[in-house]
């Protein structure tokens, strides 16, 4: 499986599709590659799992994927992604609250893990989906895979959010009232658990796990009510508030698609159909 990319037309996403599409050995090529150019590629390689420079010449870079699939068991991947994006969101949080600038910068530096990860996840589902891989190989059915690849999806927007409440605590001019601190951490706490409880409920594929996260839907409203109080509270933080607010709500959100998620995998699973 190899791909050959004209550097006249080459972009980053070409290279990133490229890998995402299965292809083993990329190879950039143009008249001259120029440093800047090879830098450019260097640095795609780095942000791909298992993509190594294979080969460089005058005028082509070659990237040659060694990673091994089977080292990258999706579950445990999922688990992995979901680990940093807990954390990027609490920190994100934190950094808000604080007003701690080198913790913001931390978080946002992170997300380039959790893009990894997804991007490793997406090259797996595409090779399961080609017949390039087998079922036996990634260890799960190609809708299991599906997924385990949409909690990805979902947990890489979550990763987002964080990275958006981190630059909003980078462009707050004023102190936090302790009303306001107390419902950011209100909603936090509420979105986090939900996120948690979710990824729990796919990964046990338990039901009624999934439904109680659900159930908790029905407290929207009156978060919502809380998100724009925050705001009106303080008028110098608004807009940051408003952002921090958002991404939280937004967050919780998607915990509840992860628990549909969880819903759907359970009732396909072989123990539901056999009882």
């Not at 050995?25 to 420079?53: C, F, H, K, T």
């Not at 979710?198 to 439904?211: I, K, P, Q, S, Y």
Request: with cysteine; proline share 3%.
């Amino acid at each position: 499986r190899d791909l050959h990319l004209s550097l006249r037309r080459q972009r980053q996403m070409c290279i990133r599709d490229s890998y995402i599409a299965g292809f083993d050995i990329i190879q950039v090529i143009g008249n001259r590659v120029r440093p800047q150019e090879r830098r450019m590629v260097r640095g795609i390689a780095q942000s791909l799992i298992g993509m190594e420079i294979l080969e460089e010449t005058q005028s082509t870079v070659t990237l040659h994927s060694v990673v091994n699939l089977q080292d990258f068991p999706a579950q445990q991947t999922i688990h992995r992604i979901f680990d940093i994006t807990a954390a990027m969101l609490a920190d994100a949080v934190a950094a808000f609250l604080n007003q701690d600038e080198e913790l913001a910068r931390d978080v946002v530096e992170r997300d380039g893990d959790v893009d990894r990860l997804v991007l490793l996840v997406a090259r797996q589902f595409s090779l399961l989906l080609r017949d390039l891989v087998t079922e036996a190989e990634v260890g799960l059915s190609r809708l299991e895979f599906l997924y385990q690849h949409t909690v990805a999806d979902q947990l890489e927007r979550v990763a987002d959010h964080g990275v958006k409440i981190s630059r909003a605590a980078l462009e707050t001019p004023a102190p936090l009232s302790p009303g306001v601190r107390d419902r950011v951490r209100e909603l936090a706490q509420e979105s986090g658990d939900v996120l948690a409880r979710a990824v729990r409920a796919v990964e046990a594929r338990d039901l009624g796990l999934a439904n109680r996260v659900l159930a908790r839907k029905e407290d929207r409203q009156r978060l919502l009510e809380l998100a724009q109080l925050s705001a009106a509270d303080q008028p110098e933080n608004a807009y940051a508030i408003s952002i921090v607010m958002d991404s939280l709500l937004r967050s919780r959100e998607y915990g509840f698609n992860i628990a549909e998620i969880a819903l759907d995998a359970a009732v396909a699973s072989p123990e539901h159909r056999g009882g």
